[in-house]
């Protein structure tokens, strides 16, 4: 589908769902927000990692799934969750600690899951998931399933032994899973370009005899096209694809995080590449939208938002009893 | 009865599950025609084909961190180490993310994976490869841990292990793979969490695991020549442990010696021993609870250091004796 004269959507997808993505791209950005917000104002504990400037590579790469495909996810993980359909009041009560969360409370911002919608986890150990998804991939195949297992992870999660063992596995099994590494350009403050030393990530596919793709991790029309191949290659029993996700995280790597690693002209030069600002202007453009209509979905995603705080806040609260339960089946 | 040996008892185990459960599969390096570093599946990739006792890369994280994601995707794998010793290599997957998933995820999703891994020293594989790293796993709540001593006991507990929807770390042990012993052919559970008393006393318990128990055994035919009834319990599973059986026995006898292969400093016996002086057996003591364990340095090559380095029959008679003077 032409949805411009210079973009063009590979991947048979309709307006409304266009229009869908739009808004959940909001979703994550208010979710991940107001979660900063509460953050400096010390209203939630622990730490969390923000996925703000990356709403792009969540909601292209989960686009084209279905219900029964799974996703594994990291410690910034917020978005992929949201993209999966996990939806903000239950996201939003894991991270106030309650018992409604996804998790009861147990698991908090790195640990957020949903299986029953295919979302195997988030996960706060770099490259830990990786493993895992091949594990899922390797359910479909021997249970002659059809679903396709994304797994994302990010820059620095490909300097982890986990990450090579894990890819060679899923290419020497031809295994359905789809690599999405988002490259946000630094680990906690490690810089990619002083980490790796590859010009772009994709190129480690090449070592495993795999596909590997550089996206534009910014547009998510790209990372709809880029993964549309990916998950026609896995469903057909190809074996996997490595798709790098150029992007960049807007805030720091975690809440204590003063930055010093990189400068705020490079910061303004990314913000420049909104994936919000430009997926709209794409729409809009192509008549799916309007300006109007855009801001009011705009403001809906961010009613959203403030609906899973109060569901959060108005949610109880484990107790002692609850200590014990769940650390066996 | 049918006579087979421990190794036997393992492969039949499993190969008895993977008739029944199309779930079921084995994964590890070199277990296809080579039949495995100690020969445990040999002949079963020619039963079962290459999809099912899948050969894999020497990668040991990568094949742990699968076999999780395929327990929580609806599979039940076995994945075999070559020595227990690499379980370092696979302790992230296993510590943080098998373990953990459960009770992160609110009680959604379990992960019904058994990693089978052969410990212990005795056959000259030197540091890296003789290590008994049990405690480790014990202390990771979320995984169980079992440790047979014999090959009917293997037979049962594996069974056990691969029908729980948990990850279950199993010991084996090297040197046991050739002992023989009675195994019937039927399938049957040993639940998780049930000692064994592998021979009934009056004087003084011994807790003895893997290989220690049949030395444990020696040393108390040795003391029975000179009066001595010993009791030997064989915990079987490290994790759950069956505390009751431990503490009713010290309770009878008023003594203790806990004896295992791994170093004794931070070793699972410990944890037994520890257990036994908080129970109600602590007011039944006549003497000190007496640790063996193994020595405070890497295993050796040399086979007579090798020896030295773990406990061996004279030193658990000396132990025994040692609770009963102090009485």
Same mark, same amino acid.
């Given at each position: 589908?032409?949805?411009?004269?210079?973009?063009?959507?590979?991947?048979?997808?309709?307006?409304?769902?266009?229009?869908?993505?739009?808004?959940?791209?909001?979703?994550?950005?208010?979710?991940?927000?107001?979660?900063?917000?509460?953050?400096?104002?010390?209203?939630?504990?622990?730490?969390?990692?923000?996925?703000?400037?990356?709403?792009?590579?969540?909601?292209?790469?989960?686009?084209?799934?279905?219900?029964?495909?799974?996703?594994?996810?990291?410690?910034?993980?917020?978005?992929?969750?949201?993209?999966?359909?996990?939806?903000?009041?239950?996201?939003?009560?894991?991270?106030?600690?309650?018992?409604?969360?996804?998790?009861?409370?147990?698991?908090?911002?790195?640990?957020?899951?949903?299986?029953?919608?295919? +979302?195997?986890?988030? +996960?706060?150990?770099?490259?830990?998931?990786?493993?895992?998804?091949?594990?899922?991939?390797?359910?479909?195949?021997?249970?002659?399933?059809?679903?396709?297992?994304?797994?994302?992870?990010?820059?620095?999660?490909? +300097?982890?032994?986990?990450?090579?063992?894990? $890819?060679?596995?899923?290419?020497?099994?031809?295994?359905?899973?789809?690599?999405?590494?988002?490259?946000?350009?630094?680990?906690?403050?490690?810089? $990619?370009?002083?980490?790796?030393? $590859?010009?772009?990530?994709?190129?480690?596919?090449?070592?495993?005899?795999?596909?590997?793709?550089?996206?534009?991790?910014?547009?998510? $029309?790209?990372?709809? +096209?880029?993964?549309?191949?990916?998950?026609?290659?896995?469903?057909?029993?190809?074996?996997?694809?490595?798709?790098?996700?150029?992007?960049?995280?807007?805030?720091?790597?975690?809440?204590?995080?003063?930055?010093?690693?990189?400068?705020?002209?490079?910061?303004?030069?990314?913000?420049?590449?909104?994936?919000?600002?430009?997926?709209?202007?794409?729409?809009?453009?192509?008549?799916?939208?309007?300006?109007?209509?855009?801001?009011?979905?705009?403001?809906?995603?961010?009613?959203?938002?403030?609906?899973?705080?109060?569901?959060?806040?108005?949610?109880?609260?484990?107790?002692?009893?609850?200590?014990?339960?769940?650390?066996?089946? | 009865?049918?006579?087979?040996?421990?190794?036997?008892?393992?492969?039949?185990?499993?190969?008895?599950?993977?008739?029944?459960?199309?779930?079921?599969?084995?994964? =590890?390096?070199?277990?296809?025609?080579?039949? =495995?570093?100690?020969?445990?599946?040999?002949?079963?990739?020619?039963?079962?084909?290459?999809?099912?006792?899948?050969?894999?890369?020497?990668?040991?994280?990568?094949?742990?961190?699968?076999?999780?994601?395929?327990?929580?995707?609806?599979?039940?794998?076995?994945?075999?180490?070559?020595?227990?010793?690499?379980?370092?290599?696979?302790?992230?997957?296993?510590?943080?993310?098998?373990?953990?998933?459960?009770?992160?995820?609110? =009680?959604?999703?379990?992960?019904?994976?058994?990693?089978?891994?052969?410990?212990?020293?005795?056959?000259?594989?030197?540091?890296?490869?003789?290590?008994?790293?049990?405690?480790?796993?014990?202390?990771?709540?979320?995984?169980?841990?079992?440790?047979?001593?014999?090959?009917?006991?293997?037979?049962?507990?594996?069974?056990?292990?691969?029908?729980?929807?948990?990850?279950?770390?199993?010991?084996?042990?090297?040197?046991?793979?050739?002992?023989?012993?009675?195994?019937?052919?039927?399938?049957?559970?040993?639940?998780? =969490?049930?000692?064994?008393?592998?021979?009934?006393?009056?004087?003084?318990?011994?807790?003895?695991?893997?290989?220690?128990?049949?030395?444990?055994?020696?040393?108390?035919?040795?003391?029975?020549?000179?009066?001595?009834?010993?009791?030997?319990?064989?915990?079987?599973?490290?994790?759950?442990?069956?505390?009751?059986?431990?503490?009713?026995?010290?309770?009878?006898?008023?003594?203790?010696?806990?004896?295992?292969?791994?170093?004794?400093?931070?070793?699972?016996?410990?944890?037994?021993?520890?257990?036994?002086?908080?129970?109600?057996?602590?007011?039944?003591?006549?003497?000190?609870?007496?640790?063996?364990?193994?020595?405070?340095?890497?295993?050796?090559?040399?086979?007579?250091?090798?020896?030295?380095?773990?406990?061996?029959?004279?030193?658990?008679?000396?132990?025994?004796?040692?609770?009963?003077?102090?009485?």
């Amino acid at each position: 589908m032409e949805l411009t004269k210079d973009v063009k959507l590979v991947p048979d997808v309709s307006q409304e769902k266009l229009v869908d993505l739009y808004k959940q791209m909001w979703t994550i950005r208010f979710f991940d927000e107001k979660v900063d917000e509460f953050f400096a104002k010390g209203m939630i504990h622990g730490t969390t990692h923000l996925a703000v400037g990356q709403e792009a590579s969540a909601a292209g790469a989960c686009a084209l799934l279905n219900i029964e495909d799974k996703i594994t996810s990291t410690h910034r993980g917020h978005g992929h969750c949201i993209a999966k359909g996990a939806t903000a009041d239950k996201m939003m009560a894991e991270l106030f600690g309650r018992t409604t969360g996804y998790c009861k409370g147990k698991g908090g911002s790195m640990h957020i899951a949903d299986i029953d919608i295919g +979302n195997l986890g988030a +996960n706060g150990i770099v490259a830990g998931g990786i493993p895992l998804a091949v594990g899922s991939a390797l359910t479909a195949h021997m249970k002659k399933q059809s679903y396709v297992t994304v797994c994302f992870f990010g820059d620095g999660a490909t +300097n982890e032994g986990s990450f090579h063992e894990a $890819v060679n596995l899923a290419s020497i099994w031809k295994l359905p899973v789809i690599f999405v590494c988002e490259n946000n350009q630094y680990g906690m403050s490690g810089s $990619v370009k002083e980490m790796v030393n $590859v010009e772009h990530i994709a190129e480690r596919a090449d070592a495993y005899g795999i596909p590997g793709e550089v996206a534009d991790g910014n547009d998510i $029309v790209d990372m709809m +096209n880029k993964t549309h191949d990916a998950i026609e290659r896995a469903r057909s029993g190809e074996g996997p694809t490595l798709i790098e996700a150029k992007t960049y995280r807007w805030k720091g790597h975690s809440k204590s995080d003063a930055k010093k690693y990189r400068t705020r002209e490079e910061e303004q030069e990314w913000k420049a590449k909104d994936p919000i600002k430009r997926f709209k202007n794409v729409l809009v453009e192509a008549g799916i939208l309007t300006e109007e209509k855009a801001e009011e979905i705009r403001k809906d995603a961010k009613q959203e938002i403030e609906n899973a705080v109060e569901f959060a806040e108005n949610s109880p609260m484990p107790t002692e009893d609850d200590l014990l339960t769940d650390v066996y089946a | 009865m049918r006579e087979i040996t421990y190794m036997e008892a393992v492969r039949e185990a499993m190969s008895q599950e993977m008739r029944k459960n199309e779930d079921v599969f084995i994964l =590890g390096e070199d277990i296809g025609v080579y039949g =495995g570093a100690f020969g445990v599946t040999r002949g079963m990739i020619e039963e079962f084909g290459p999809e099912r006792v899948r050969n894999t890369p020497i990668s040991e994280s990568g094949i742990a961190g699968a076999s999780v994601g395929s327990a929580l995707t609806g599979m039940r794998p076995i994945v075999e180490l070559q020595f227990s010793d690499f379980i370092t290599i696979a302790m992230d997957q296993m510590a943080n993310q098998a373990a953990k998933i459960r009770y992160m995820y609110g =009680g959604k999703g379990k992960v019904p994976m058994v990693l089978r891994t052969p410990s212990g020293s005795g056959t000259g594989a030197a540091a890296q490869h003789s290590q008994s790293l049990e405690a480790w796993v014990t202390h990771v709540p979320g995984l169980k841990v079992v440790q047979p001593s014999t090959g009917y006991d293997a037979k049962g507990l594996l069974k056990a292990a691969i029908d729980d929807d948990n990850p279950v770390i199993f010991y084996e042990h090297k040197t046991l793979y050739k002992t023989k012993s009675d195994v019937p052919e039927e399938p049957y559970s040993i639940p998780l =969490g049930k000692a064994d008393v592998k021979r009934e006393g009056t004087d003084v318990t011994i807790v003895a695991t893997a290989v220690m128990v049949q030395r444990a055994l020696d040393a108390a035919a040795e003391l029975e020549n000179e009066g001595i009834s010993a009791e030997v319990i064989d915990p079987r599973t490290l994790v759950p442990l069956d505390e009751e059986t431990i503490v009713n026995s010290v309770a009878k006898t008023g003594r203790a010696v806990v004896v295992h292969e791994a170093v004794k400093r931070g070793g699972y016996g410990s944890e037994i021993a520890s257990m036994i002086a908080e129970s109600d057996a602590f007011d039944f003591l006549d003497a000190p609870i007496k640790r063996l364990g193994g020595a405070p340095s890497p295993v050796p090559y040399n086979p007579e250091l090798e020896k030295a380095h773990v406990p061996q029959v004279p030193v658990i008679i000396q132990a025994a004796k040692e609770t009963l003077i102090k009485a």
